[in-house]
């Protein structure tokens, strides 16, 4: 089975370009998160999906950043424009859980945003 | 304010000898707590969880030990492997409030020296 999906892996911008990341879950899979991951930090969660629904989108910059996830599969996480202070590793993962279940996430390998 | 947090940045340790990871959490609502390990341009992969209810769990060569009254917990590893060496997450969750947000620690990384 395919674990989660992310592309691009690496992406360099300039400052106030803007960048979009995808994501595809492993089948299946209702709840996707994207976190963002600072250099010698853990992931910070940025918003969380179940099915088409953000039911979690309070960490999330709301002035630059957007996410969607149409159909409830695929996702795509968007900066416009993006800031300096925005590169880092950006993790898209999934789950199967149910409301009150337990939490194991899988995680995709990140993109990894460098902004100039 | 951190709610989950390893005061231990790094970690090395001889092949065959005990490792030793710890975890520290403030929020008394969570009530599931995960194990993630991280190599160099991947994303964490689960290793090992425990709920509140339970004090040890085991898998192999893994065991996450659970002290809710200190609010701790750790992660012990043995026979430790050069294999081992990553970095590893402490995830917390609460299956009452916001059910499926983990919060995670800043991480150890894990050496194990041959």
């Known amino acids: 089975e395919a674990g989660v999906v992310q592309s691009p892996r690496y992406k360099i911008i300039e400052k106030k370009q803007p960048v979009a990341f995808w994501c595809n879950p492993i089948s299946g899979h209702n709840t996707l998160y994207w976190y963002r991951q600072n250099l010698g930090q853990g992931p910070e969660l940025l918003i969380r999906y179940e099915n088409e629904e953000a039911v979690d989108d309070s960490q999330l910059p709301k002035d630059r950043f957007s996410a969607e996830r149409l159909k409830g599969v695929d996702s795509t996480l968007k900066i416009q424009p993006a800031e300096l202070g925005d590169s880092a590793v950006y993790l898209c993962a999934s789950s199967s859980q149910g409301r009150g279940s337990t939490d194991t996430q899988y995680f995709g390998p990140g993109t990894r945003l460098t902004v100039l | 304010d951190q709610q989950v947090k390893q005061n231990s940045p790094s970690l090395s340790v001889q092949e065959g000898r005990i490792s030793i990871l710890n975890c520290d959490y403030t929020n008394s609502m969570f009530d599931y707590f995960l194990w993630y390990k991280k190599y160099p341009a991947e994303g964490p992969t689960f290793l090992i969880s425990?709920?509140?209810?339970?004090d040890k769990n085991e898998d192999g060569r893994f065991t996450v030990f659970l002290n809710k009254s200190a609010k701790h917990l750790s992660l012990h590893i043995v026979p430790s492997q050069p294999g081992d060496s990553a970095v590893y997450f402490c995830a917390a969750s609460g299956s009452n409030t916001n059910a499926g947000k983990s919060t995670f620690g800043d991480g150890t990384t894990l050496t194990v020296k041959p």
């Open positions: 425990i709920s509140s209810i339970k």
